[in-house]
């Protein structure tokens, strides 16, 4: 029981280091990246909750915010930079395009980034205010606290840890989990 | 207000190269015979009368059916390859159109005569499926190449997607 607790206990605070110390990737591809340079900028200020450095590598950064229309044809470079990031990773949808494709249905528009990167936070919006992005930030910043982020998720299944949400929620494939968390109300 | 190069042009081409001329919103326009395609438009660029020397826009239009500009007769071809060019010298524009029947999308290429044309070109054959013959390296340049088939053509279906990679087998689309 004593060493249950202890686990943890250290857990939550592994975690909570974590959610404040996010080195975010941003994958910008359209006009949300304007909102974004706004977010990043004094104004709105993104370093006021601890991630305010855009590492130009996916290989330091463990936040991946994709910002704009993801077609088709960048899916695997999408997937790609995914895979090369460092576990935990959590991944952010910036607008409604990367979350669902936006207003573009047709042959060359993804319908939404989590096609090929399972997504932890959608933020909607066309483009999202800056106050809206913080509020999914500080959003997924308790996900991450509480253990939710998929690849968290999935790092504890294949651990063999007891996690309160793995055990209710089936898992897919390893290191993929389901794609759409309990706060998104997103449909499959 | 370029009604002095369609006089040029129908002086110069009286064998029937030119199908039709017309004027729509100040801006004149031509058709031609897809053997005359590429001799139209060098002559365009090099008369002192005309000297087009700069290439504006190539594109194509899927008519499906309807008759574009100029055209005449119950079976007209179905796409039509769409020119612009502009002459800074003399500061007129024109609009040269030619039909490219479904059956044989073929046309010449104009990249000898404005290097310009080439990869709009290339965007008319990746999103039309025309063909440019004499084009230095036609390949699809907007759509990847695993892509099967011509999405802008009428036919393609709207929403039809062709994933290069997915989470899950038989996602959503």
Redesign the interface.
């Known amino acids: 029981m004593g060493f249950e607790f202890h686990t943890s206990s250290l857990k939550a605070a592994v975690n909570w280091a974590r959610k404040f110390s996010l080195f975010q990737y941003p994958f910008v591809t359209a006009c949300c990246g304007m909102e974004f340079m706004s977010v990043a900028a004094p104004k709105y200020d993104i370093a006021r909750f601890g991630a305010e450095f855009p590492r130009f590598s996916p290989r330091q950064a463990d936040l991946l915010i994709i910002v704009g229309t993801i077609t088709?044809?960048q899916?695997?470079a999408l997937?790609r930079i995914y895979d090369q990031m460092c576990e935990p990773k959590w991944v952010v949808a910036f607008g409604v395009c990367a979350s669902t494709g936006g207003f573009y249905?047709?042959?060359?528009t993804?319908?939404?980034a989590?096609?090929?990167?399972?997504v932890d936070v959608y933020i909607p919006g066309c483009p999202p205010r800056p106050e809206q992005v913080l509020d999914g930030l500080i959003l997924l910043q308790e996900r991450i606290q509480r253990g939710e982020g998929h690849s968290q998720i999935a790092i504890e299944a294949e651990r063999g840890y007891d996690v309160p949400l793995a055990s209710i929620r089936p898992i897919?494939?390893r290191q993929?989990g389901t794609?759409h968390g309990p706060e998104t109300g997103k449909k499959? | 207000m370029s009604q002095a190069v369609l006089d040029r042009l129908a002086a110069r081409f009286t064998g029937g190269e030119l199908v039709a001329t017309g004027s729509q919103h100040g801006d004149e326009w031509a058709r031609t015979r897809r053997d005359t395609w590429l001799s139209v438009a060098t002559f365009l660029r090099d008369d002192p009368t005309t000297k087009m020397e700069m290439f504006i826009d190539l594109t194509a239009v899927d008519r499906f059916g309807r008759l574009g500009p100029g055209m005449v007769g119950t079976d007209p071809p179905r796409f039509d390859v769409v020119l612009h060019v502009y002459s800074v010298s003399l500061k007129h524009r024109l609009r040269l159109y030619v039909g490219v029947p479904e059956e044989d999308p073929s046309v010449d290429s104009l990249v000898p005569v404005w290097a310009g044309a080439d990869w709009f070109e290339r965007e008319a054959y990746d999103l039309y499926g025309v063909r440019f013959k004499g084009h230095p390296d036609l390949r699809r340049i907007l759509m990847y190449p695993e892509f099967v088939g011509h999405p802008l053509r009428k036919d393609y279906p709207k929403e039809k997607r062709q994933p290069l990679v997915r989470r899950h087998v038989g996602g959503n689309d």
């Open positions: 088709e044809r899916g695997p997937r249905q047709n042959y060359s993804m319908p939404g989590d096609q090929v990167v399972p897919g494939e993929l794609g499959s």
